[in-house]
């Protein structure tokens, strides 16, 4: 069975970036033909998700939290998924997950419909 790999978080400064990657557990294996969904989870707060690319259109989804600070995109390749994060706030703080799930540029599917959870990358944003 194929897993999602979350990698590239760490702690940085506010106003700093960071960029996480998404990739499959099989090497070379490729996720074009996989929506791919960003959430994350603060501590003591409800999971989120913040952003999806879509394998059918390319449609890509923010959430409002991130709009504008945030950069969802495929390598060419097509085995990675990035999530480029600028002006980091103590806010973006959480642990970070890739998952498959339906995306549109309206919305990422709900929760329940995503099969399985990583072990996620911790994003911590502190001076």
């Known amino acids: 069975q194929v897993h999602l790999v979350e990698s590239g978080g760490g702690l940085v400064q506010p106003g700093g970036s960071l960029r996480l990657s998404c990739v499959a557990s099989?090497?070379?294996?490729?996720?074009?033909?996989?929506?791919i969904a960003w959430f994350r989870q603060a501590p003591g707060k409800e999971r989120e998700g913040i952003s999806c690319?879509?394998?059918?259109?390319?449609?890509?989804y923010y959430a409002d939290s991130v709009k504008g600070r945030f950069t969802i995109s495929r390598d060419k390749a097509k085995t990675t998924v990035y999530l480029q994060m600028n002006s980091l706030k103590p806010e973006d703080t959480a642990v970070y997950y890739c998952?498959?799930?339906?995306?549109?540029?309206?919305?990422?599917?709900?929760?329940?419909?995503?099969?399985?959870w990583g072990q996620g990358t911790q994003v911590t944003v502190s001076s």
């Open positions: 690319i879509s394998d059918v259109d390319g449609s890509i």
């Open positions: 099989v090497s070379g294996y490729t996720l074009d033909s996989s929506p």
């Open positions: 998952v498959s799930n339906l995306c549109t540029a309206q919305a990422i599917g709900p929760e329940f419909l995503v099969d399985e």
